[in-house]
């Protein structure tokens, strides 16, 4: 039986404290927070504490906290035997780089507090200092997720850009298209399907051949109707994406 | 029993037409193309004919056609009686103006010729020249879908406005990430379970709540190493995106 020390109590640290508690070999021993509030959930399910110095010793400990808390705390660790994890995208594994047992544990999924989430269909990203530490964050990870995938620092970096990209941007892109549909007294769950069938469709089409729409198309008529109904901030974005698939499907700007 | 002959044999006449088959009161009499060879799939289960000087009286003519062809095929129309509807986004009722009985059936979903769709989960948006129309419109397109909404066309041009944003934009975002994630030797798949949950999200949370990112944080170390990691046309839509992204959400530009 492996011990872990969880560092954080936000979303990632609340779901993965959920998956461990159901998986064999390993036991959440403790969770640290440095505000007590916040730590409600956990303190009937396990020992808490919000002073660093009561940091029980345990095999791992996990920091599940916002990037610029990482290394600031891992450095007040004084159990150097433990691995250390953190389970951040934007954070290279130096910010480990006193310790001699050390990995990432990136979780690639956006958490809500509320909403369940099933472990076994998010990636996890791991990496970690030598091959031995590599295959025991492994073991950790298998455990709660069949998709595991070894990452290294620069990737993660890029990965971490490219989820922007398809997440953070695309939840801008369905503001502006509820914008559009309160603007015109639509209900935006009409487009609910849309979007939904859309996410789902580059499971078995790659998104270059997914691409349909006015733009790919060239169909200047449409596109032009569409920039008479846009306020100047939407007409930008539709410009500049519109313009981008034309150049990436070889349409005449 | 009404009578319908269906115009067009590409996804939308195809997956209409399966849906047809399956609902009582209804029967799909004829199908019109003018090429032969996509008629392949449905000569073997209904009468078809690339000759428009065949097309059988109807009760119901359905037009799902590309949007130039609409009115031009339907101007050759001559039973003056029948209802006549079209399946598209763009082209506003008046199309139909010559006709007395009109009305439009827009189920709005991407759809891809083999990937079976299921029409109870797709909205459709109908509006005709007369209440006493728009409920037959209503009564066949309850047949096969709960989610029936009336949408004149000018909340029609806006909505298919938003859904080039929701839909065809987001594609496009899709297929960034995927791009950067081959220039990194990371497999695409890894973001499949984020691109979903971000599209699932927004059933319970509106757009704007669930935001979330370095741009939304204005957390500009994270932003600006992004940058650095993108070519000059990603970078491009990266900066669009984050200021509106961060103006949207009122942090500094």
Known sequence: MKSIVLFGAGNVATHLFRAFAEIEDYEVIQVYNHREKSLEFFKEKVPVTT???????????????????????????????????????????????????????????????????????????????????????EQLALKISPAVYKINSEQRRSLHVAAVFVSNFVNFLYSQGEQICRQNKIPFEILHPLIKETALKIKNLSPFDAQTGPAKRGDSDVINEHLGLLNEDQKTIYNLLTNSIKKLHGKEL
Chains 1, 2 share one sequence.
């Open 51 to 137: 002073d660093f110095t009561e940091v029980f010793p345990a095999d791992i400990y996990l920091f599940a906290l916002k990037d610029e808390a990482i290394s600031l705390l891992a450095d007040r660790v004084h159990y150097r035997d433990a691995l250390m994890l953190h389970t951040s995208g934007a954070t290279p594994l130096a910010a480990f780089e006193s310790f001699e047992k050390a990995g990432v544990f990136y979780p690639l999924q956006t958490f809500s507090k509320n909403k369940p989430v099933d472990f076994k269909e998010i990636p996890i990203c791991i990496e970690a200092k030598n091959e031995s530490q590599l295959k025991m964050t």
